[in-house]
Protein backbone atom coordinates (compact mmCIF):
# COMPACT_ATOMS: atom_id res chain seq x y z
CA UNK A 1 0.00 0.00 0.00
CA UNK A 2 1.49 3.72 -1.27
CA UNK A 3 1.44 5.75 2.04
CA UNK A 4 0.80 8.68 -0.34
CA UNK A 5 -1.56 8.96 -3.22
CA UNK A 6 -0.86 10.72 -6.15
CA UNK A 7 -3.78 11.66 -9.19
CA UNK A 8 -3.94 11.64 -11.60
CA UNK A 9 -1.30 9.04 -12.77
CA UNK A 10 -1.13 10.56 -16.10
CA UNK A 11 -3.02 13.60 -17.63
CA UNK A 12 -2.25 15.19 -21.20
CA UNK A 13 -3.37 18.56 -22.05
CA UNK A 14 -3.13 21.57 -24.27
CA UNK A 15 -0.89 24.86 -24.04
CA UNK A 16 -3.02 27.21 -22.03
CA UNK A 17 -4.90 24.83 -19.86
CA UNK A 18 -5.15 24.85 -16.21
CA UNK A 19 -4.42 21.64 -14.34
CA UNK A 20 -4.50 20.23 -10.41
CA UNK A 21 -3.09 17.20 -9.17
CA UNK A 22 -3.58 15.71 -5.93
CA UNK A 23 -1.16 14.17 -3.00
CA UNK A 24 -3.77 12.01 -0.61
CA UNK A 25 -2.81 9.96 2.77
CA UNK A 26 -4.31 8.75 5.47
CA UNK A 27 -1.19 9.89 7.39
CA UNK A 28 -0.52 13.50 8.74
CA UNK A 29 2.82 14.98 7.68
CA UNK A 30 4.92 17.36 9.31
CA UNK A 31 6.04 18.47 5.92
CA UNK A 32 5.18 17.71 2.38
CA UNK A 33 7.69 18.17 -0.60
CA UNK A 34 6.84 19.14 -4.60
CA UNK A 35 9.27 17.82 -6.90
CA UNK A 36 9.56 18.09 -10.98
CA UNK A 37 11.50 14.98 -12.47
CA UNK A 38 12.42 15.70 -16.22
CA UNK A 39 13.20 12.23 -18.56
CA UNK A 40 16.87 11.40 -17.67
CA UNK A 41 17.07 13.82 -14.65
CA UNK A 42 16.76 13.65 -11.20
CA UNK A 43 13.71 15.34 -8.94
CA UNK A 44 14.06 19.01 -8.85
CA UNK A 45 12.92 20.27 -5.42
CA UNK A 46 9.45 22.51 -5.91
CA UNK A 47 8.63 23.84 -3.18
CA UNK A 48 8.39 22.07 1.07
CA UNK A 49 5.15 23.10 2.83
CA UNK A 50 5.03 22.87 6.26
CA UNK A 51 2.16 24.51 8.21
CA UNK A 52 -1.43 22.93 7.34
CA UNK A 53 -3.50 25.51 4.98
CA UNK A 54 -0.19 26.50 3.87
CA UNK A 55 -0.38 28.20 0.23
CA UNK A 56 2.71 28.66 -1.65
CA UNK A 57 3.04 30.57 -5.13
CA UNK A 58 5.54 29.77 -7.46
CA UNK A 59 4.72 31.58 -10.56
CA UNK A 60 2.13 29.71 -12.43
CA UNK A 61 2.41 26.74 -9.94
CA UNK A 62 0.39 27.31 -6.38
CA UNK A 63 0.33 24.65 -3.98
CA UNK A 64 -1.39 24.31 -0.76
CA UNK A 65 -1.20 21.93 2.11
CA UNK A 66 -4.04 20.44 3.79
CA UNK A 67 -5.36 21.71 6.98
CA UNK A 68 -4.76 18.43 8.62
CA UNK A 69 -1.35 17.95 6.58
CA UNK A 70 -2.73 14.65 5.32
CA UNK A 71 -3.09 15.98 1.35
CA UNK A 72 -1.75 18.74 -0.54
CA UNK A 73 -2.36 19.85 -4.03
CA UNK A 74 -0.40 21.55 -7.17
CA UNK A 75 -2.22 24.12 -9.48
CA UNK A 76 -0.72 24.73 -12.73
CA UNK A 77 -2.58 27.90 -14.43
CA UNK A 78 -1.59 28.49 -18.43
CA UNK A 79 0.15 25.59 -18.41
CA UNK A 80 3.17 25.19 -21.24
CA UNK A 81 5.07 22.72 -22.78
CA UNK A 82 8.52 23.11 -20.13
CA UNK A 83 5.86 22.31 -17.45
CA UNK A 84 6.19 18.71 -18.83
CA UNK A 85 7.19 15.80 -16.32
CA UNK A 86 6.66 13.87 -13.52
CA UNK A 87 5.66 15.57 -10.33
CA UNK A 88 6.02 13.93 -7.50
CA UNK A 89 5.05 14.39 -3.82
CA UNK A 90 7.22 13.46 -0.59
CA UNK A 91 6.22 13.80 2.87
CA UNK A 92 7.75 13.28 6.40
CA UNK A 93 6.03 11.34 8.96
CA UNK A 94 6.48 12.87 12.27
CA UNK A 95 8.42 11.39 15.27
CA UNK A 96 11.19 9.57 13.23
CA UNK A 97 14.51 9.94 11.60
CA UNK A 98 13.81 11.52 7.91
CA UNK A 99 13.07 8.93 5.69
CA UNK A 100 10.73 10.31 3.04
CA UNK A 101 8.10 8.59 1.42
CA UNK A 102 7.55 9.44 -2.18
CA UNK A 103 3.85 9.29 -3.58
CA UNK A 104 4.46 7.32 -7.48
CA UNK A 105 4.20 10.65 -9.06
CA UNK A 106 1.69 12.53 -11.92
CA UNK A 107 3.48 12.29 -15.54
CA UNK A 108 2.35 15.30 -17.38
CA UNK A 109 2.32 16.16 -20.78
CA UNK A 110 1.72 19.38 -22.20
CA UNK A 111 0.99 19.69 -26.22
CA UNK A 112 2.23 22.81 -28.11
CA UNK B 1 29.14 25.07 -8.85
CA UNK B 2 28.81 21.23 -10.05
CA UNK B 3 25.60 19.75 -9.63
CA UNK B 4 25.71 15.92 -8.31
CA UNK B 5 26.87 13.17 -10.92
CA UNK B 6 26.71 9.62 -10.81
CA UNK B 7 28.44 7.22 -12.40
CA UNK B 8 27.95 5.43 -14.82
CA UNK B 9 25.47 6.69 -16.31
CA UNK B 10 23.29 3.15 -17.81
CA UNK B 11 24.50 -0.09 -16.89
CA UNK B 12 24.05 -3.88 -18.16
CA UNK B 13 23.73 -6.86 -15.42
CA UNK B 14 22.89 -10.41 -15.14
CA UNK B 15 21.38 -12.26 -12.57
CA UNK B 16 23.60 -13.07 -10.15
CA UNK B 17 26.22 -10.30 -10.79
CA UNK B 18 26.83 -7.64 -8.53
CA UNK B 19 27.50 -4.32 -9.12
CA UNK B 20 28.73 -0.69 -7.70
CA UNK B 21 27.68 2.69 -8.46
CA UNK B 22 29.35 5.77 -7.54
CA UNK B 23 27.89 9.06 -6.71
CA UNK B 24 29.86 12.68 -5.97
CA UNK B 25 27.74 15.01 -4.29
CA UNK B 26 27.78 18.72 -4.57
CA UNK B 27 31.14 20.47 -2.89
CA UNK B 28 30.61 21.32 0.25
CA UNK B 29 27.48 18.94 1.25
CA UNK B 30 28.22 16.33 4.03
CA UNK B 31 24.53 14.09 3.28
CA UNK B 32 24.48 11.98 0.68
CA UNK B 33 21.12 9.90 -0.24
CA UNK B 34 20.18 6.95 -1.91
CA UNK B 35 16.92 6.07 -3.85
CA UNK B 36 15.39 3.36 -5.90
CA UNK B 37 12.80 4.93 -8.29
CA UNK B 38 11.25 2.04 -10.81
CA UNK B 39 7.51 2.62 -12.39
CA UNK B 40 5.85 0.05 -10.17
CA UNK B 41 6.86 1.30 -6.80
CA UNK B 42 7.71 5.05 -7.33
CA UNK B 43 10.89 6.47 -5.30
CA UNK B 44 12.02 4.41 -2.64
CA UNK B 45 14.94 5.87 -0.44
CA UNK B 46 17.70 3.40 0.44
CA UNK B 47 20.18 4.54 2.99
CA UNK B 48 21.66 8.21 4.06
CA UNK B 49 24.98 9.00 4.82
CA UNK B 50 26.51 11.42 6.53
CA UNK B 51 30.00 11.80 8.03
CA UNK B 52 31.08 8.70 6.45
CA UNK B 53 28.35 7.11 9.05
CA UNK B 54 24.67 5.73 7.52
CA UNK B 55 22.34 7.63 9.55
CA UNK B 56 18.92 6.33 7.91
CA UNK B 57 17.85 2.87 6.28
CA UNK B 58 15.28 2.13 4.11
CA UNK B 59 13.40 -1.04 3.81
CA UNK B 60 15.53 -3.10 1.21
CA UNK B 61 17.46 -6.24 1.52
CA UNK B 62 21.05 -6.34 3.35
CA UNK B 63 22.02 -7.12 -0.77
CA UNK B 64 21.69 -3.28 -0.96
CA UNK B 65 24.68 -1.53 0.70
CA UNK B 66 26.85 1.61 0.52
CA UNK B 67 29.66 3.47 2.00
CA UNK B 68 30.58 7.21 2.07
CA UNK B 69 34.12 8.53 1.94
CA UNK B 70 35.68 10.99 3.48
CA UNK B 71 35.43 13.60 0.75
CA UNK B 72 31.68 12.89 0.99
CA UNK B 73 31.83 10.56 -2.56
CA UNK B 74 29.53 7.84 -2.29
CA UNK B 75 29.09 4.34 -3.45
CA UNK B 76 26.42 1.91 -3.54
CA UNK B 77 26.57 -1.79 -3.88
CA UNK B 78 24.07 -4.52 -4.69
CA UNK B 79 24.93 -8.42 -4.37
CA UNK B 80 23.91 -10.93 -6.19
CA UNK B 81 21.25 -9.02 -8.62
CA UNK B 82 17.82 -9.76 -9.38
CA UNK B 83 15.50 -8.50 -12.36
CA UNK B 84 13.71 -7.33 -9.96
CA UNK B 85 16.53 -4.73 -9.16
CA UNK B 86 16.30 -3.43 -12.92
CA UNK B 87 15.36 0.51 -12.02
CA UNK B 88 17.02 4.06 -11.80
CA UNK B 89 19.17 4.77 -8.98
CA UNK B 90 19.33 8.09 -7.77
CA UNK B 91 21.78 9.62 -5.21
CA UNK B 92 20.64 13.17 -3.21
CA UNK B 93 22.90 15.18 -1.43
CA UNK B 94 22.54 18.28 0.94
CA UNK B 95 24.46 20.28 3.46
CA UNK B 96 23.43 18.62 6.51
CA UNK B 97 21.69 15.99 8.13
CA UNK B 98 18.50 14.62 5.97
CA UNK B 99 15.60 17.44 7.29
CA UNK B 100 12.53 18.39 5.71
CA UNK B 101 13.50 22.01 5.30
CA UNK B 102 17.18 21.07 3.80
CA UNK B 103 17.31 21.02 0.38
CA UNK B 104 18.01 17.53 -1.40
CA UNK B 105 20.28 18.13 -4.87
CA UNK B 106 19.39 14.76 -6.89
CA UNK B 107 21.85 13.41 -9.31
CA UNK B 108 20.78 12.30 -12.77
CA UNK B 109 20.98 8.79 -12.05
CA UNK B 110 21.88 5.31 -12.78
CA UNK B 111 20.06 3.22 -15.08
CA UNK B 112 20.64 -0.82 -14.10
CA UNK B 113 19.23 -3.13 -16.31
CA UNK B 114 19.76 -6.96 -15.27
CA UNK B 115 18.85 -9.27 -17.60
Known amino acids: TQLLEQSPQFLSIQEGENLTVYCNSS?????LQWYRQEPGEGPVLLVT?????EVKKLKRLTFQFGDARKDSSLHITAAQPGDTGLYLC????????????FGRGTSLIVHP | KAGVTQTPRYLIKTRGQQVTLSCSPI?????VSWYQQTPGQGLQFLFE???????NKGNFPGRFSGRQFSNSRSEMNVSTLELGDSALYLC??????????????FGPGTRLTVL
Open chain 2, 92 to 105: ASSLEDRTSTDTQY
Open chain 1, 27 to 31: SVFSS
Open chain 1, 49 to 53: VVTGG
Open chain 1, 90 to 101: AGEVPGGSYIPT
Open chain 2, 27 to 31: SGHRS
Open chain 2, 49 to 55: YFSETQR
